[in-house]
């Protein structure tokens, strides 16, 4: 069909990473010698092919994608989703000719222009007004159409006393809305975009939303790599999931959004032996965390409203009185919203020697949609932490009706509301 | 509507056709080098000049004063040095830039499209502005010693392409090496500091004996820089031919190995760099 503006078939992209073998306790000082003349030898050969140097002394062969199938059609907006490594990165930069597929074919109909990255090729001793020029013309804008653009660019950008100055003298803040700026007056038929809108403050973070959307209702095929489902509900019509370089899911938006949501993964059992801990740790310490959804299943996504099932697991080296567990959720700037803490629900025990697991319900989540952090405490009640640790994951809030009234809890999200806390509201008094 | 196809393994069929789609990037890249190359110096452009300019007056008391080598003909020594020092400032400078930008673009690299062959081809715009700014100072220093060039110097602008293609060549090559393997960013620096005393800058090339004269054109400056000197100095400095004509083929030869190696590498650049 002729609508079909871009057609991947079976992409692969093959990376090839080298490892450090793992040293033994003892190693010979021949065994070192025998190690590095093996690398120095490969490195050589490849040196004189003209192969890439890969440096460690083990190579492994990597599939960043493989297989992928897919076709857009002119008009979409489709949002690509998964998990980090995913593959959703490489995708985009095959198809912006970054860098090209080690197996498969693209067709593309239509001008290109690729958004990876804001402020691309932006220079810290030229002006405003220079790099502006500089920018479009490195994102693809011809002279002509950024001369045509600027006035509009710059008053987007809020920059306008500011335009002959050089941009290392800009606050950051001004840096990145030039920058986002030019970005969104680029007219291509195809725009690609990586996570760009994770810039500004939130109030340039709405504006910037809002351009997109615009540029999405423009008839413009838009692919679209986020992490932030509830951007992606709002700009996308259709999804693509990927998962370990493969497409999941495709589809539209709203199924492809649940199943990534629903998703069962190993990802779930996070272990906390990894990670930073705090405290005193005479009595106990923090092994895992498990976080569930109201179907038990597995899960870092909720939607407003729904009920999260949080699983910790605690090894106790010395018998605990009056023994306190608690989950933190925070904000994605660490101020802390919610203490969700065990004593304060009337469980007082002691915890005795040997390894437990602790499940908290939570019914409602009422957190406004974003992204928050979750951390976990033990502690003998009115002592010192005994163990802590803050960051553990991350979980994804993404809107829904919770109360039937239909609000637009994604907007306020983005102008920095974290909680929402059901009301009431009548007329108790009209004047004419 | 424009149709591309992206396959792997497959080179571009209309690579030069892009170049030419690409000419506004190539020309703001130059554009940018140039604006950003004197920024935040005191006395800016004017260093394009005094290098040059004091690389010669230490070469003519050495060479001329003190190891008491001869001139090409009447030709006034300190002449006979800057017309070598021209074309070499700006063969290393190109050399040098072009052979950098790559990996002092990475970011660029590997966010954007573009036929990567723009990149360092733009540096060798700033070696040129460089060269027409230094090359007032020749004609201070005609005045100076009251030396009229004759009909030659309008031969002038094919040696100062020669001298361009002869860096590009192996700057191409370098720069795509360079993405992969950075030993080479330490190797040029070493080239042009040794480049300067084998190429004759100081002295004229006919005190090389005649029959090391052709070994000696393998230098592809060695034919740039007696160019130069036909030009500038005329009757004074007679071109030894074949010796030329071997400088003019090495040019070629490493311009055509530089472009190949480029392209070849040009595509893993993003994913190595």
Redesign the interface.
């Given at each position: 069909m002729s609508d079909i503006v871009i057609k991947a078939e079976n992409i692969?992209k093959k990376?090839t990473i080298g490892h450090e073998s793992q040293r033994e306790s003892y190693t010979a000082l021949r065994d070192v010698f025998a190690k590095n003349a093996t690398a120095i030898w490969r490195k050589t050969k490849d040196?004189l092919r003209?192969n890439?140097?890969i440096q460690g002394d083990t190579l492994e062969e990597v599939w960043a994608l493989k297989d992928v199938n897919f076709e857009v059609r002119q008009g979409e907006v489709v949002g690509i989703i998964g998990r980090n490594g995913a593959g959703k990165s490489t995708l985009l930069?095959?198809?912006?000719?970054?860098?090209?597929?080690?197996?498969?074919?693209?067709?593309?109909?239509?001008?290109?222009a690729?958004l990876?990255?804001v402020g691309?090729?932006f220079?810290p001793?030229?002006t405003g007004r220079?790099n502006i020029?500089?920018n479009g013309?490195?994102?693809?804008m011809?002279?002509s159409e950024i001369k045509s653009k600027f006035n509009e660019i710059v008053a987007f950008a809020e920059i306008e006393q500011y335009l002959d100055t050089?941009v290392k003298r800009y606050s950051s803040g001004m840096y990145v809305r030039l920058a986002f700026a030019v970005a969104a007056h680029l007219e291509p038929?195809i725009l690609l975009i990586d996570e760009v809108l994770a810039v500004g403050d939130a109030v340039f973070q709405k504006k910037c939303l809002g351009k997109m959307n615009a540029v999405a209702k423009e008839g413009r095929t838009v692919l679209f790599v986020s992490h932030n489902m509830s951007t992606v509900m709002g700009l996308c019509e259709s999804g693509i999931m990927l998962d370990s370089g493969r497409v999941a899911v495709i589809g539209p938006v709203k199924d492809v959004i649940s199943q990534y949501t629903m998703d069962v993964s190993s990802e779930n059992f996070l272990d906390l032996d990894k990670l930073l801990h705090g405290g005193t740790g005479a009595f106990a310490r923090l092994k895992f965390m498990s976080i569930f959804n109201e179907q038990n299943k597995p899960t870092s996504t909720f939607s407003m409203g729904s009920t999260a099932i949080i699983q910790l697991g605690v090894s106790c080296i010395r018998r605990m009185e009056n023994f306190e567990i608690g989950v933190k959720i925070s904000s994605w700037a660490g101020v802390a919203i919610h203490y969700i803490v065990s004593t304060w629900e009337g469980m007082r025990c002691d915890l005795e020697v040997g390894d437990h697991v602790f499940e908290v319900e939570i019914p409602r989540i009422m957190l406004l949609p974003g992204k928050y952090l979750l951390g976990a405490w033990v502690m003998k009640e009115g002592n010192p932490a005994d163990d802590h640790v803050q960051e553990i994951t991350t979980i994804e809030i993404v809107g829904s009706d919770v109360n039937g009234c239909g609000a637009d809890f994604e907007r306020y999200a983005y102008s920095g509301c974290e909680v929402y806390t059901p009301s009431h509201w009548t007329i108790v008094k009209t004047t004419n | 509507m424009s149709k591309i196809v992206i396959e792997a393994g497959q080179t571009e069929k209309n690579y030069w056709a892009d170049l030419w789609r690409y000419r506004e990037l190539f020309l703001i890249l130059a554009w940018r080098d140039l604006s950003v190359r004197y920024k935040q110096t005191i006395i800016g452009i004017l260093w394009a000049i005094l290098r040059p300019f004091l690389t010669m007056v230490v070469f003519t008391i050495i060479f001329s004063r003190i190891a008491k080598l001869p001139s090409d003909g009447n030709a006034p020594y300190a002449l006979m040095v800057f017309a070598a020092m021209l074309p070499w400032s700006l063969f290393s400078s190109s050399l040098t830039e072009s052979s950098n930008s790559l990996i002092d673009n990475a970011n660029l690299i590997s966010k954007v499209y573009f036929p990567r062959i723009i990149m360092p081809t733009a540096t060798l715009i700033t070696a040129l502005v460089d060269f027409l700014i230094s090359f007032s100072i020749l004609i201070f220093i005609m005045i100076y010693y009251q030396f009229s060039p004759g009909w030659n110097i309008l031969l002038l602008p094919f040696f100062i392409v020669m001298a361009l293609l002869a860096s590009l060549g192996p700057g191409l090559w370098i720069t795509a090496l360079n993405v992969k393997y950075r030993d080479f960013r330490y190797v040029i620096p070493f080239v042009v500091q040794f480049g300067l005393y084998i190429s004759p800058v100081g002295f004229t090339s006919k005190v090389i004996p005649e029959q090391w004269r052709m070994i000696y054109s393998l230098n592809p400056m060695v034919g740039v820089i007696d160019g130069f000197r036909w030009c500038i100095l005329g009757a004074e400095s007679p071109i030894y031919l074949p010796g030329f004509l071997v400088s003019l083929i090495i040019v070629a030869f490493f311009l055509w190995l530089g472009i190949a190696h480029f392209r070849k590498m040009e595509k893993t650049f993003a994913d190595i760099i």
């Open positions: 692969g990376y040196l003209g890439p140097v930069k095959i198809f912006s000719r970054i860098t090209e597929p080690s197996s498969g074919r693209v067709t593309i109909n239509g001008r290109v690729s990876l990255e691309t090729g220079h001793e030229l220079e020029y500089l013309t490195i994102l693809g011809t002279r050089p038929e | -």
